[in-house]
RNA sequence: GGGGUCGUGGUCUAGCUUGGUCUAAGAUUCGCGGCUCGGGUCCGCGAGGUCCCCGGUUCAAAUCCGGGCGACCCCA
């Protein structure tokens, strides 16, 4: 295994820095839009989220979601029959006011996300208990007057993500729905080789008019934890406020349970860029690379048509096999050059052809993750690059995995947590659960209560850190986005 | 929410303190031509900037002042 910081340097160092130049070069957000917190996919970019995306929405129709596409805006008084909701979210909604020069009657906002637009529908589709369970899903741009720091990727106010929204004739059956969408978004994360912890929110930071929240938080090189998912169990709460009512098999009316679920497209990005890429530029997992194979001729003078011919004999070979590949065969870069520019990019493998190997019937190999090279022989290729591929994708995994661990600490004072946060750890520390006591670690040391472990109850191993008042749970502190 | 730093061709940086020699410099990038090509060659020619915006001070503003917009960092 390698040095984690072995060629990251940098990115660990100084990550904005690096992160920003990464976005420049490797051509995958511009930020130079004219308008605070909006920002342009370019197509590298684009190409990458679109295949996390694909991925997800994939997942999501296997297990019976109906892909939709619901209308950006919703009308204030729809906006605002939940309360809690209106609360959490009122404060940062983008007003449409006017049309042309006439003010509207009717105040129209642009959706911060969708719950309050799906379920008026809902109401009308969901008649009796055959109507349900009800899943749908769609990806889609939501829109939030951030008034942070905004930043590419991380925090803009206008982000693209996929949401969906379940109905189900119970709680418990919705409780179930919540398991099936923390599994469809687990396998995105792992495909794309992501470390993450699924936490259960605090009650005061759950999502507004949940009965609870898990997110998924994932480390990132500036210690900020990047939540890049969440899954909401609603209970009957926007049932109620939507009149969300269905005739059981009794002939009762009884209120609908329902769930929530987004996952942000920038963010998911963001973590894939930030966890694997290094000094070079990005490291991309082969799943979602735009090209998983770049051909570099090394054409020498008086055996161009050699390498040329050869180059093409083993772009159709890859392409044959399904591989989505680059030949690079511009002469207006030297190879060097060329073998910057695609590491840059976090194009998986590079296949460097010259002479030698035309002669030989070889292609060298280079992988993106280790800059490790071998030489096979044209016959095995197709071979050799799948293996080379899985190689990539298992080393990276472990290489996010292990900084996880490594980034964990635990902590049993709060002086002890200081120092932790310091050095900018994720760190455990026992809690009875009064918020007091989240809210007295927020003022003492920079960072907050994001939750307690979902997938086990983690026994704490003594009294809260705060209050000295028996633990009730392991909470995970750390700074946030 | 509070504090700080900053904004100069596509990118990065110098110039700003002490206004004038700035018709804004360098590198990189980009375009054309040549030479090359196994890890960022080199040469020639060329392109690219209302010095973030608005206002003020002044004979004179990239430079000083006010406001705005935008970016980054730290703290809460």
């Keep these: 295994m390698h040095d984690l910081t072995d060629n990251q340097t940098e990115k660990f160092e100084n990550f904005s820095e690096w992160f920003d130049k990464v976005l420049l070069e490797a051509e995958i957000v511009d930020d130079r839009y004219p308008v605070k917190g909006f920002s342009v996919y370019r197509g590298w970019g684009y190409s990458i989220v679109k295949r996390i995306y694909q991925m997800l929405e994939e997942k999501l129709e296997a297990t019976d979601h109906q892909p939709m596409q619901f209308p950006v805006v919703i009308p204030e008084d729809t906006f605002q029959k939940e309360e809690d909701h209106i609360e959490g979210f009122s404060t940062e909604v983008f007003w449409i006011t006017h049309a042309g020069e006439n003010e509207l009657d009717r105040r129209?906002?642009?959706r911060p996300t969708s719950e309050t637009a799906i379920y008026?529908?809902?109401?009308?589709?969901?008649?009796?208990?055959?109507d349900l369970p009800l899943r749908m899903h769609q990806?889609?741009?939501?829109?939030?007057?951030?008034?942070?720091?905004?930043?590419?990727?991380?925090?803009?106010?206008?982000?693209?993500?996929?949401?969906?929204?379940t109905a189900h004739v119970d709680f418990e059956d919705a409780e179930r729905q919540v398991n099936v969408g923390v599994e469809a978004y687990r396998s995105v994360y792992d495909a794309l080789g992501l470390s993450y912890l699924i936490l259960?929110?605090?009650?005061?930071?759950?999502?507004?008019?949940?009965?609870?929240?898990?997110?998924?938080?994932?480390?990132?090189?500036?210690?900020?934890?990047n939540q890049i998912g969440t899954v909401h169990q609603l209970g009957e709460n926007f049932a109620k406020a939507f009149e969300l009512t269905y005739e059981d098999d009794d002939g009762n009316r009884a209120h609908a349970s329902t769930t929530c679920y987004g996952m942000g497209m920038g963010r998911t990005l963001a973590a894939t860029i930030a966890h694997h890429g290094d000094d070079n530029g990005l490291v991309l997992p082969p799943v979602v690379a735009p090209r998983q194979v770049v051909i570099v001729p090394i054409p020498f003078k008086g055996k161009e048509d050699l390498v040329s011919q050869y180059s093409n004999e083993v772009k159709a070979i890859l392409i044959d096999a399904g591989f989505r590949v680059a030949l690079d065969d511009g002469d207006r870069l030297r190879p060097g050059e060329k073998y910057y520019k695609w590491e840059m990019f976090g194009v998986p493998i590079r296949?460097?052809?010259?002479?030698?190997?035309?002669?030989?019937?070889?292609?060298?190999?280079?992988?993106?993750?280790?800059?490790?090279?071998?030489?096979?022989?044209?016959?095995?290729?197709?071979?050799?690059?799948?293996?080379?591929?899985?190689?990539?994708?298992?080393n990276i995994t472990a290489r996010s995995r292990e900084r996880l661990e490594g980034e964990l600490a635990d902590a049993s004072s709060l002086e002890e947590l200081k120092n932790r946060m310091d050095e900018r750890r994720i760190v455990r520390v026992n809690w009875c659960g009064d918020p007091s006591c989240a809210f007295e670690i927020k003022d003492q040391v920079a960072g907050e209560v994001r939750g307690t472990l979902w997938e086990r109850h983690e026994k704490p191993t003594?009294?809260?850190?705060?209050?000295?008042?028996g633990g009730k749970y392991i909470a995970y502190v750390s700074r946030t986005y």
């Design 200 to 225: 259960k929110r605090p009650d005061f930071d759950k999502f507004a008019g949940a009965v609870y929240s898990l997110a998924f938080d994932t480390w990132n090189p500036d210690g900020k934890v």
């Design 462 to 469: 003594g009294d809260c850190l705060v209050c000295g008042d």
């Design 120 to 130: 008026p529908m809902f109401k009308i589709w969901i008649r009796s208990h055959a």
């Design 108 to 110: 129209l906002l642009l």
């Design 139 to 165: 990806t889609c741009n939501v829109y939030r007057y951030e008034t942070k720091a905004t930043r590419p990727l991380f925090r803009g106010r206008e982000f693209l993500w996929n949401e969906a929204h």
């Design 351 to 394: 296949a460097e052809l010259g002479p030698r190997e035309a002669n030989a019937r070889a292609v060298t190999l280079v992988r993106r993750d280790t800059k490790e090279k071998k030489k096979v022989q044209l016959d095995d290729l197709v071979e050799e690059v799948t293996a080379m591929a899985a190689e990539i994708q298992a």
